[in-house]
């Protein structure tokens, strides 16, 4: 017993300087990056650890320094030495080896939660980068015959060559075999991931001390004055470590469900299985149905990592949620999973997009602390990313896209005024926090690419719905030119066992999708000074038409099927639009005719003086 445990508190001791050690190379990590950030001269002297796998371990230094070393003067091999020395350092700070990713297990104490949010933040956002390169080197296997001798000896730092090679520690491993080592380590990670979402959702009290009770040395000067040093005060505070932990943890997670080409479907149920809340396994006859219940397990339980109720949760991390989810929907539809599972998890996709988009992400801070920072607050100018990938989820994930687009174009885009003052060019309109002037350019930009995006979709349903009518009109045809001909036939009777329930409500979507048209197209009028949506309009209305053009064999097959009203009626709306472009390039012209004049004209008057 008493051998036990002796042995069980040299564990628990080395345990705890494990966990030390990390929460030193997370601040170091930060410290160098700023130091190399803030003083250009200093990359030259310390470690590159801003980039992850492109540092001087990697890079050209190591090369001259051994060319030096054969030259066999001893201040070359002095510096080969030192130069080494360096690399190797490097190597073991940044680039953990794979089966160092196993102290994911051990950095969990269940009494020690805060304190685990350091080292495992060094140690998730490591395997992170390494999953994001293996898999780059999957989709793309030119890469694997970068030999890294071959990068090493011919590339500078942070050269494509050191990208495509990566770190030692990866060589010969591939996609699927790293995949399966992680796989033990999930449950670890999602229990990382609870932990770092408790955090945010109830922010402890204290300084970066409470991440490290408990842990030896956590008093000496020197470490300190380490985590004292501001740059390294940035990530080692509870929140901040926390977000970063997040972060890794679920953009590791939404990879991992991203490679379902590359991975078998066993390795996709385990990393669906680690998210989701454990449950009694079924019995065999009924995987198929079992898989489906941990899928909306899984969709169920993500949906919860938002941390947006709280307060305390930023732009990136409530994203990164969403990008998870939607992994999970894409997982879904490839699986074959019903329209109806689809649809209902889509829409709680676009209902949190739209609260995203809605929320001035301004933290309440008390006047005390306004009054000592003068930091600027959050914006949504300059997001143009974020807001593109908010209104793609909010548009494409809607019940109705069609009725999403034409609410957006008629009721929202308009309350956006055309001049405004520039102190005014922040304020918030049409009920959206992340629409203003400033970022009007962009909505517009985007919900016309959604409207181009929503119509192909739209002719793509109907060719296919006919082409299914047709082929069961047809029933022992085989050819496919036969059958293409029948798809796009005119008769008085229609096609067969055509649905006309889903028909109609493909008209129906059409005829939004053309009133959406000429209302988004009419906006250019209110906004005659903002050159980028007169170009955006050109652009995406020239792609519209070649939409509406392609559809005309489909159009002509529902007006001769009985949709003659509703197929006629979408002629006045798209007529509307193009028009009114034509005006607006005519002006444009003209303008332009008038300028090209006045040029010559003031060129021909200084050549006679």
């Not at 297990?105 to 269940?110: F, L, V």
């Not at 040395?217 to 004055?225: C, D, E, M, Q």
Request: glycine share 8%.
């Amino acid at each position: 017993a008493a051998g036990t445990q002796a042995m069980g508190d040299t564990i628990s001791e080395t345990q705890n300087k494990l966990m030390m050690r990390l929460s030193q190379l997370r601040a170091l990590e930060e410290l160098y990056r700023h130091l190399v950030i803030s003083c250009p001269a200093a990359a030259q002297q310390v470690p590159d650890l801003a980039r992850p796998w492109f540092g001087a371990a990697y890079g050209s230094k190591v090369a001259p320094a051994q060319k030096a070393a054969g030259a066999g003067s001893n201040s070359s091999k002095a510096e080969a030495t030192e130069t080494a020395a360096a690399a190797a350092a490097t190597s073991r700070l940044r680039c953990l080896r794979v089966r160092a990713a196993h102290a994911l297990s051990t950095c969990q104490p269940p009494d020690m939660l805060l304190t685990s949010l350091l080292p495992a933040t060094h140690l998730a956002q490591d395997v992170h980068n390494k999953l994001k390169l293996l898999i780059s080197k999957a989709r793309r296997p030119a890469m694997l015959a970068v030999p890294l001798t071959a990068a090493a000896g011919s590339s500078g730092i942070g050269s494509g060559g050191c990208a495509a090679a990566g770190p030692p520690c990866l060589q010969g491993i591939h996609l699927q075999q790293y995949v399966e080592q992680l796989v033990p380590l999930l449950p670890a990670l999602q229990r990382h991931l609870t932990t770092a979402l408790s955090a945010i959702k109830d922010p402890p009290e204290g300084d970066y001390s409470v991440l490290l009770d408990g842990l030896p040395g956590a008093s000496n000067p020197s470490v300190t004055a380490l985590f004292g040093t501001p740059a390294a005060q940035r990530v080692v505070e509870a929140v901040s470590s926390a977000h970063a932990l997040a972060m890794a943890c679920l953009q590791t997670f939404t990879l991992l469900l991203s490679c379902g080409k590359e991975l078998p479907g066993p390795l996709i149920q385990a990393v669906l299985t680690s998210l989701a809340p454990q449950e009694q396994a079924a019995p065999a006859a009924h995987q198929q149905q079992q898989a489906q219940k941990v899928l909306v397990r899984t969709f169920t339980a993500c949906r919860h990592h938002s941390c947006l109720r709280s307060g305390c949760s930023n732009l990136q991390l409530e994203l990164a949620v969403l990008s998870l989810l939607k992994g999970i929907t894409a997982l879904a539809a490839s699986r074959g999973y019903a329209p109806e599972l689809q649809s209902r998890m889509g829409a709680k996709i676009s209902e949190q997009a739209d609260k995203l988009l809605q929320e001035s992400w301004q933290q309440q801070a008390s006047e005390e602390a306004e009054e000592e920072t003068s930091t600027p607050g959050f914006s949504w100018k300059g997001q143009s990313v974020a807001i593109a990938q908010l209104l793609s989820l909010l548009i494409s994930y809607a019940p109705d896209p069609s009725d999403k687009l034409l609410a957006l174009v008629k009721d929202v885009l308009p309350a956006v005024p055309g001049k405004v003052a520039a102190k005014q060019q922040l304020d918030p309109a049409g009920g959206c926090a992340a629409l203003c002037s400033a970022t009007f350019t962009t909505w517009y930009k985007v919900v016309f690419e959604e409207l181009c995006s929503c119509w192909s979709k739209l002719v793509k349903e109907g060719e296919a719905i006919i082409a299914a009518a047709a082929r069961e009109a047809d029933g022992s045809s085989s050819s496919k030119g036969k059958r293409r001909k029948q798809q796009l036939q005119t008769n008085s009777q229609g096609i067969p066992d055509w649905d006309e329930q889903q028909v109609g409500q493909l008209v129906g979507h059409a005829g939004r999708c053309c009133e959406a048209f000429a209302a988004i197209v009419t906006l250019t009028k209110q906004h005659t000074a903002r050159n980028g949506v007169l170009a955006a309009a050109v652009k995406h209305g020239t792609s519209y038409v070649d939409g509406m053009l392609k559809a005309i064999p489909l159009l002509k097959v529902l007006y001769e099927s009985g949709f003659h009203r509703e197929v006629v009626e979408l002629v006045p709306a798209v007529q509307k639009g193009t028009r009114l472009l034509q005006v607006r390039l005519a002006g444009i012209v003209w303008s332009l005719d008038v300028c090209n004049s006045l040029h010559d004209g003031a060129y021909g008057f200084l050549q006679d003086e």
